[in-house]
Each structure stands twice: as C-alpha cells, then as structure tokens.
C-alpha cells in the first residue's frame, strides 16, 4: 500500500474504486483492513494471555461465558453500522458528499445515545444469568456483565466511526484506532490485571480506560480536526427520515448480531456443564482462532464498500466482480492461516496455561476451528455483498441458519456421542454448510440497490 493512497482525498477515493482494477482496489481496501483485524484479534489474544497466566482458570471461564451476553448488547451498534455503511456507501457512490457527512453525523448521535440507554439493561440481566452456571464462576459472571455497562456507550461509538470510514474507503483510519486500542489495553491490563491483581474488575476496568481514551481521540479526528470529511454539532437535530431508514436497514443485521451471540451463549451454557477446564480450553482456542477468522473475513469489509459504491454508480457488472475476487481472496487467505495455525498450535496454547488437562481441550478444539476458517471467510465475503446491496436480511437469515439450525442443533444432535466436542464440530459443520448456502443465494441475486426499492 503507497503513501499516496493513504493521503486522498474521499472524492480520489471513490474514483479509484469505480474506475481502478478490482483486485487493486481490493487489496488496497482490505490491506487496512486484514491489518485491523490482525490488531483486532490480538486484544482477545492479549486480554487471554493476561487473564489466564495472572488471574486464573475461573476468572478466564467467566469471561469467556460472559462475551456473548455482552455482544449481544452490543448487536445494535453492529446493526446500525450495516446500515450506515450500505446508505454512506451508496451516497459516497453517487458523489453526495453532503448527504454521507449528514448521514454520518446522525448516526454518531444516534448510537452513542442508544448506548447509553441499553447500558442499565446489561446490569440488570446479569444476576439472573449469573444464578444459572456453575457456582465455582458464577460471582466472576456477575461481576464482569453489571460492570461492562460501563464500557457499552463507547463500544457503541466505536462501531459506528469503522462503518463512517469503511464506507468512505479509508478503513485505514479503522486500523490506526484498533492499534492504539491494543497498545491501551496491554497497559492498562498491566497496571489492573497483573500489578494490582484486581482479577474481574481488572479485567473490565482495563477496557473502561481503553475505550474512553480512544473515543476521545475519535471524537477529536471526527469533530475538531480540520478537513474536508469534519462533521459538525452545531444546529443538530435528529433526521426522523433518515434515522427511520438506518433502523429499518439496520433491524435485520441488528437481529442477526442478537440471534447469533443468544446462539452462542446457549452453546456456551452446554459447554459450562463440563466445568470451568473444558470452558477453559474452548476459551483459549476461541483467543487463538480469533486471528484466524478475523483475517479471511475482513475481505467482507472492503467487498461491502466496492459493491454499495459500484450499485450506487450503476456498475453491477463491476460489483459482481468485486464479490467473486472477494471471495476468492478470502479463501486464499484462510488456507494460509491454516498452514501456519495447525502446525504451532501446541506452542500456542500453552502460552496461556500449562495446565495439561486444559491444553489437551484447547489443542483438540484449535484444530477443528482452524479448519472451519475457509468456509467462514467465504461466507463473510458474500454477506458483505449483500450489505453493499442493501439487502440485509439476507445475512441475518445466513447468520441465524449458521448458528441456531446448522450449529446449535447439530450441537444438541451429537451431544449424547461427542459430548463437549460437538461443539468444535458443530463450528466446523456450520461454516462449510453456510458458505455454500450463501454461494448459492448470491448466484441468484439481482444486482440493484434494495434501497431505493
């Protein structure tokens, strides 16, 4: 990636997109992106490594219970950044530049405020989950969801600033944010996790600090830096229109985010009944795979820009082939992944315990994920092409057949036989399945916008 691609402008842009070579414009967007992701990973990775070797094996199973109860909080931000990416997209597309700064205003307001309002409602659930695993995590489980309200409204603002500059083409941005993010972390897990042993609390308060430092520098780059993309308070008023349009794209990837991490909490509850060692090991495979499924996915991201700018400018032939080399591209990178994954992954789990009765959970589980990763990374390739399309329930029908139908039911069908490895299996049975599910339904698609249908 050149200097002078970092240094253009939204409008230079977007001129590379609808005019350069695809497979160019591809990696120029993902590079940014599969960067990102790396950085993205590598927090789950550290926080793991942290949490493991200074807190301990009941800490560690409570937090890896509680990520989904807390994602699924969080499935509204997510939501509301699909929309703002599919109708920024299509406005940058059709060179509204007005109209991406006013859509982009809106939503920063929108979701920070939402957050805000859904963050007393992650306190509140989390006794009655707490009162429902085992007793040997169920203190850590309850501490750790009522504190995290804390840190929502941030994460929710966080969502919606990678959305504003994915679909303006600079997912650049979105990776410098995510490597000050990781350098907080460490040293904030640091200080909390490992000098002052605070264990849950450290854990939490670790990523309080974190996400409010890096919102203020957001806040900074998206409304006081001086620039052509600055985006302005002043004279604020919410766009009934506009918010109504971004809450009705948004409901379905919203509803996938929700339906997917409920899937994975209820996955998570027939792992804890094997106790905190198994819920151990699926949780330091879950650290390790993180790199692993973030990578080839992150093509996903840059597909969603080149789709919703080429519909925008009438190009579908040049969208269609932005999703084949997408797609193509991912897989090639999740086989990578694997060949460097598979063969160290005894020497990577056991940086996070050397207890041998969690590493053999671990090491088995790692192998059946990495496995799983072409399968996801395509499936997230197609889903971005139905996001540029508009055509968000489409991913949210995929996502819920790939977690609830294809995994969780599989899951409770081979339980009786596998016992806790059905749920690796499951992971493996799931993407595949997906993948060819979604190649199917994009074969069959009509390449126009669902927005102004």
């Not at 006013?102 to 405020?113: E, K, L």
């Not at 969208?319 to 990577?348: D, E, M």
Request: hydrophobic share 55%.
């Amino acid at each position: 990636m050149n200097i002078k691609f970092l240094h253009q402008s939204t409008e230079e842009r977007r001129e590379l997109i609808l005019n350069g070579s695809i497979v160019r414009t591809l990696l120029m967007l993902s590079l940014p992106t599969l960067m990102m992701s790396m950085i993205q990973s590598l927090m789950p990775l550290s926080d793991g490594l942290f949490i493991n070797n200074a807190a301990g094996t009941l800490v560690a199973s409570a937090v890896t219970y509680s990520e989904p109860v807390v994602n699924m909080m969080t499935a509204l931000a997510q939501g509301l950044s699909v929309a703002a990416m599919a109708i920024i997209g299509q406005a940058n597309g059709q060179g509204d530049f007005t109209r991406v700064k006013h859509v982009a205003t809106q939503i920063v307001v929108f979701a920070f405020s939402m957050g805000f309002c859904i963050a007393p409602i992650l306190a509140l659930i989390a006794l009655p989950i707490s009162s429902g695993v085992e007793a040997d995590i169920s203190q850590n489980v309850r501490l750790y969801i009522s504190l995290y309200a804390l840190v929502l409204p941030f994460s929710f603002l966080e969502s919606i600033y990678n959305a504003i500059k994915n679909a303006t083409g600079k997912p650049e941005a979105t990776f410098i944010r995510m490597v000050i993010m990781l350098t907080l972390k460490i040293i904030f897990n640091i200080v909390f996790v490992v000098w002052l042993r605070l264990e849950v609390v450290g854990c939490v308060l670790s990523s309080l600090f974190s996400n409010v430092f890096i919102c203020v520098w957001m806040f900074y780059e998206l409304f006081v830096q001086k620039g052509e993309d600055q985006l302005f308070l002043k004279g604020f008023r919410f766009d009934k229109v506009l918010i109504k349009q971004l809450i009705v794209v948004g409901i379905p990837a919203m509803l996938t985010s929700l339906m997917l991490n409920l899937g994975f909490f209820l996955i998570n509850n027939e792992t804890q009944k094997y106790g905190a060692v198994v819920l151990n090991g699926q949780g330091i495979a879950n650290n390790i795979t993180a790199v692993c499924f973030n990578l080839p996915s992150a093509f996903g991201a840059a597909v969603t820009t080149m789709v919703s700018l080429n519909i925008g400018a009438g190009q579908p032939d040049k969208a269609k082939r932005s999703c084949l080399i997408g797609c193509i591209a991912s897989a090639i990178t999740a086989v990578a992944v694997i060949g460097i994954v598979v063969p160290s992954s005894p020497h990577l789990t056991v940086l996070f315990t050397q207890r041998p009765e969690v590493l053999d959970i671990a090491n088995r589980a790692l192998h059946i994920y990495t496995y799983s990763v072409v399968g996801f990374g395509v499936c997230m390739a197609v889903q971005g092409a139905f996001i540029g399309l508009g055509k968000t329930r489409v991913p949210m029908v995929i996502g819920i057949l790939r977690i609830w139908f294809l995994r969780y039911i599989f899951i409770l069908a081979t339980e009786h036989m596998l016992q806790f490895y059905s749920v690796f299996w499951g992971n493996l049975f799931s993407n595949y399945v997906a993948a060819i599910i979604s190649i199917i339904l994009i074969l069959r698609v009509k390449w126009v916008s669902a927005l102004n249908q």
